[in-house]
Each structure stands twice: as C-alpha cells, then as structure tokens.
C-alpha cells in the first residue's frame, strides 16, 4: 500500500492507495445522490482517477461543480 502522504496520479490502481469496495461503493452513493449514475462492476474494473473520471465526465457539463444538498 502507498504512503497516505502520496498522491495518486491519473493511472495508478486507487486500491494501491487503500481504496476498498466500502469505501467505493459509499463515493457510488454519494456520486448517485448527485444524479450521476456510477456503475460499481464497470468502475471497480478499473479503480483509477482516469477511468473514473471518464465515466462520469459525459453526464457533465464542462466546468459543472457538483454540491451534495
């Protein structure tokens, strides 16, 4: 496992970063709360911030901040 004090860069495998399928599935929930629709099996296929984030980028628009409430 990495060192908390790193940072992950787009590629890296977050479960690298202690990343666990609790954990995962709670950001799911939150990121459906904000109307997004996130997939676990797709996403978890792939725990990078690069794949996540292409996932969720086509049900935003460009510069679109998300808020929880």
Known sequence: M???DDI???G???LD???N???FMTLITRWEA???KANFNTLARNPTLNAI????ADQLEPGEVLQNG
């Open 2 to 4: 990495k060192h908390l």
């Open 53 to 56: 984030l292409a996932a969720l």
């Open 34 to 36: 904000l109307g997004l």
């Open 17 to 19: 970063y202690g990343l």
């Open 8 to 10: 992950p860069e787009g």
């Open 21 to 23: 399928s609790i954990t």
């Open 12 to 14: 890296d495998n977050l």
